[in-house]
Nanobody, 123 residues
Framework: QVHLVESGGGSVQAGGSLRLSCVVS????????MGWVRQVPGKERESVAA????????YYADSAKGRFAISHDNAKNTVDLQMNGLEPGDSATYYC????????????????WGAGTRVTVSS
């Protein structure tokens, strides 16, 4: 059974940084899309960043470009999201997800999800 377990969420002030980490168990997800999706209650989910573990190709939402960096460690089977320059608008629950199709233009149809980790950015 596949499990994605997120950690690293918390509360920071605007301009601060957080690093989210997702540990994968039950599947190595070689040659697959993995990444982070965030959701605010009452709003649609937003794919923030994704990485194709086969090539390392990445996707970033416009809101994340220049501030967030996604990385994948094949040996540790982890996917991390380094978030810098956080803004109150980044406050959301962040989910680690895997599967689906991804490219530099977007990511969709992820079918394995973690439980989420909460990020709160205060002004």
């Amino acid at each position: 059974q596949v499990h994605l377990v997120e950690s690293g969420g918390g509360s920071v002030q605007a301009g601060g940084s957080l690093r989210l980490s997702c540990v994968v168990s039950g599947n190595t997800f070689k040659g697959a899309c993995m990444g982070w999706v965030r959701q605010v209650p009452g709003k649609e989910r937003e794919s923030v960043a994704a990485i194709y573990t086969g090539s390392g190709s990445t996707y970033y939402a416009d809101s994340a470009k220049g501030r967030f960096a996604i990385s994948h460690d094949n040996a540790k089977n982890t996917v991390d999201l380094q978030m810098n320059g956080l803004e109150p608008g980044d406050s959301a629950t962040y989910y680690c997800a895997a599967g689906g199709m991804c490219s530099a233009l977007g990511w969709r149809d992820a079918d394995v999800w973690g439980a989420g980790t909460r990020v709160t950015v205060s002004s």
